[in-house]
């Protein structure tokens, strides 16, 4: 005799609609009277209710990720019955895979600029089976080319990061860099992060109209995106966008940041060089930038070095040139470099791929190349666990009510925040 687990209509259309395997278990024999669990998931939490077993009045263990029972091989009370014959079900997503997704998998193997809009739209949405799908895109992206640069079939990508203050010219100097790199044979991706109203949420999303000659190359992809109230200059997903960029097959992938300060240093945990674009004459606003984003600079560029603004570009250069001795730098192998070019004249920017290009060359070297990219993909996945936390604590139906509670205390000043944190971290755990 076998005990069956089924799972009611109700949470069997449930289910399916949430897209988590049904399952039907039957464990090894025990004479004792068939009972059902009820599996179901709500808030993207994974539930186990408590099933009701007539013989032995066991309950199951909660799990995120696998879900145990333990079983008796002889009923209670007689001899042996101490042994146990234990079972683990992993569940795992079920939504199934909607042939566009696949085929937009195919189409960007292939180098397709739509299918990369697509695949980048994808993993940016907050829609959760969306989500899942975006996943599963970007594992199939990650597994084919691992494959294929053990092949020696695909070359090493470079990744540039470039953040400066508002009006420095960053996008006018990207289409000019991108143009050099175009003549030389490249491929190459721009991820443009427009800043997101506080107030309405919107984006004008207008650097692409920056590099109008550069967006008619048919070896480059242009794709500006809404910062989205994310903090560091970047957002969420441009991490994986930069990955997508590398499965379509380009080789070098500028990732420009919003305007920004002095803390706004994301970009610097996903590119191979960190490049700071300065303007002339912007006084005192230069001494704030030396406490923030140039201290993490491997390259230092002054734009708008032409004209009436050519004097005040050498004396900013200086001014840097001599600061970033007073810094300590970031590995042995590099100190950062600081140069002047005019994007717009197309000055300096062929010294300036030089200097990237001597870069990278020392970071091989030294064997600092990969180990800078693992450590960011562990930054990165720590980031999405904080994000996904916070996404599950406010989604979770249980919390409604508590997160309710505890805002009009704070509101009222009767709780201080921190300790309305810690309560509500104590009753989710205790949900979970």
């Known amino acids: 005799m076998s005990t069956s687990y089924a799972?009611?209509?109700?949470?069997?259309?449930?289910?399916?609609?949430?897209?988590?395997?049904?399952?039907?278990?039957?464990?090894?024999?025990?004479?004792?009277?068939?009972?059902?669990?009820?599996?179901?998931?709500?808030?993207?939490?994974?539930?186990?209710?408590?099933?009701?077993?007539?013989?032995?009045?066991?309950?199951?263990?909660?799990?995120?990720?696998?879900?145990q029972k333990s079983v008796p091989a002889e009923p209670p009370g007689n001899p042996g019955s101490t042994q146990e014959v234990r079972q683990s079900v992993v569940i795992q997503p079920s939504t199934p895979i909607p042939p566009k997704v696949k085929d937009i998998l195919h189409r960007l193997r292939d180098g397709n600029r739509s299918s990369l809009a697509?695949?980048?739209?994808?993993?940016?949405?907050?829609?959760?089976?969306?989500?899942?799908?975006?996943?599963?895109?970007?594992?199939?992206?990650?597994?084919?080319?691992?494959?294929?640069?053990?092949?020696?079939?695909?070359?090493?990508?470079?990744?540039?990061?470039?953040?400066?203050?508002?009006?420095?010219?960053?996008?006018?100097?990207?289409?000019?860099?991108?143009?050099?790199?175009?003549?030389?044979?490249?491929?190459?991706?721009?991820?443009?992060?427009?800043?997101?109203s506080s107030c309405t949420g919107g984006s004008i999303l207008a650097d692409k109209t920056r590099m109008t000659n550069l967006s008619k190359e048919p070896r480059a992809y242009i794709r500006p995106s809404p910062s989205g109230g994310s903090l560091g200059g970047v957002t969420r997903?441009?991490?994986?966008?930069?990955?997508?960029?590398?499965?379509?097959?380009?080789?070098?992938?500028?990732?420009?940041?919003?305007?920004?300060?002095?803390?706004?240093?994301?970009?610097?945990?996903?590119?191979?060089?960190?490049?700071?674009?300065?303007?002339?004459?912007?006084?005192?606003e230069l001494q704030g930038l030396k406490k923030g984003i140039v201290e993490l600079a491997d390259l230092v560029v002054i734009n708008k070095a032409d004209g009436d603004l050519l004097p005040a570009a050498r004396r900013v250069k200086g001014e840097y040139t001599s600061a970033l001795k007073l810094i300590r730098p970031k590995t042995p192998h590099w100190q950062p470099k600081v140069l002047m070019v005019s994007a717009i004249k197309g000055e300096g920017i062929e010294e300036l791929w030089k200097t990237v290009g001597e870069y990278c060359q020392k970071m091989k070297n030294a064997q600092e190349f990969d180990t800078r990219r693992k450590n960011q993909q562990r930054l990165w996945l720590w980031s999405h666990i904080d994000w996904q936390l916070r996404k599950r604590f406010k989604s979770h139906l249980g919390m409604a009510e508590h997160i309710s509670a505890m805002e009009k205390r704070v509101t009222a000043g009767s709780l201080a925040p921190g300790t309305a944190a810690d309560l509500l971290l104590d009753e989710f755990f205790k949900l979970k």
Not at 31 to 40: F, G, T
Request: aromatic share 6%; proline share 5%.
């Open 118 to 196: 697509e695949a980048i739209t994808l993993v940016e949405t907050r829609h959760p089976v969306k989500h899942k799908q975006a996943q599963w895109l970007l594992t199939k992206v990650l597994s084919h080319r691992s494959k294929q640069l053990q092949l020696g079939r695909l070359k090493p990508t470079l990744r540039i990061g470039l953040s400066g203050p508002p009006g420095a010219g960053k996008s006018t100097l990207i289409e000019s860099f991108g143009q050099l790199l175009i003549k030389q044979g490249f491929k190459v991706a721009v991820l443009a992060v427009d800043p997101s």
């Open 237 to 284: 997903s441009t991490s994986e966008a930069v990955l997508l960029c590398e499965g379509a097959g380009y080789d070098i992938i500028i990732v420009e940041t919003v305007g920004v300060g002095q803390s706004e240093t994301a970009v610097c945990d996903m590119a191979d060089i960190f490049v700071v674009i300065i303007p002339p004459a912007t006084g005192d």
């Open 7 to 67: 799972v009611c209509k109700f949470h069997r259309r449930f289910l399916q609609r949430y897209g988590w395997k049904l399952l039907t278990l039957r464990l090894p024999a025990a004479p004792v009277a068939q009972s059902s669990v009820h599996l179901c998931h709500w808030g993207f939490q994974r539930r186990l209710c408590q099933a009701t077993v007539s013989a032995t009045q066991r309950a199951f263990p909660k799990d995120e990720a696998v879900l």
